[in-house]
């Protein structure tokens, strides 16, 4: 089945505390991105990659961080997360053709105490 | 800066009635997506619209694209309890064939009541 698999879906954690957030597709897609969502602000682009090595900063790429080694995953990591970081996290992915939609994963809950 | 903008942000109908939402955006882009969320759930995507003048039609959704009054319209047709979501539109600041920065509107939360 296609899909986009996000780990882990929650997680509470204290502010400094290095975490990663890690996303892989089974679609051999060249874009994946990383989106922030925040009542009342809706979605916000954090980072996304055109292709393995290509990155490249969204809206609000403040205190994230990302690599893309392998085409297959895409990991976010806060090197020092605060407080303010505490959101719904997706990432989504596709072919990168401009035709086609984003497909996204389930979605990641962040509370940083 | 490209600046995408949804209106209404809430939106309660009757089931039976039409309705329509509507995305504006603020600099020239010749791709824009809809996607639907359903509460405590990912994105769905709705409708890839890629020119000026397209139109793409499922069921009781219909969503345009006017380039020219940077304007898409999702024209719901006789809502039912099933469509109640929160809808969003997005816009793609790049051109040419690749996709790039991806701004979303805020969303329209969209309440269907019998």
């Known amino acids: 089945e296609a899909q986009v698999t996000q780990n882990p879906r929650y997680l509470i954690t204290v502010t400094g505390k290095k975490l990663t957030v890690t996303c892989s597709q089974n679609m051999n897609h060249e874009y994946m991105s990383w989106y922030r969502q925040d009542p009342g602000l809706g979605l916000r682009q954090i980072y996304y990659s055109m292709n393995v090595e290509v990155t490249d900063k969204g809206d609000v790429p403040e205190g994230y961080k990302v690599s893309r080694k392998e085409k297959r995953n895409f990991p976010l990591i806060l090197e020092s997360p605060s407080p303010n970081q505490t959101s719904l996290y997706f990432c989504?992915?596709?072919?990168?053709?401009?035709?086609?939609?984003?497909?996204f994963g389930d979605g990641t809950r962040l509370s940083i105490l | 800066e490209l600046k995408v903008e949804q209106n209404p942000l809430f939106l309660s109908m009757q089931e039976g009635k039409n309705y329509t939402i509507y995305c504006n955006y603020s600099t020239t882009s010749d791709r824009l997506y809809w996607y639907r969320q359903d509460p405590g759930k990912s994105l769905e995507s709705l409708f890839v619209l890629l020119s000026n003048g397209a139109v793409k039609q499922e069921g009781r959704l219909m969503a345009s694209l006017d380039t020219k009054a940077r304007l898409s319209t999702l024209h719901i047709t006789a809502a039912v309890h099933d469509l109640s979501a929160t809808y969003f539109c997005?816009?793609?600041?790049?051109?040419?064939?690749?996709?790039?920065?991806?701004?979303f509107g805020k969303g329209t939360k969209l309440s269907v009541k019998p």
């Open positions: 997005a816009v793609d600041t790049h051109y040419g064939g690749s996709q790039g920065n991806l701004i």
């Open positions: 989504a992915s596709s072919s990168g053709s401009y035709n086609q939609p984003q497909h």
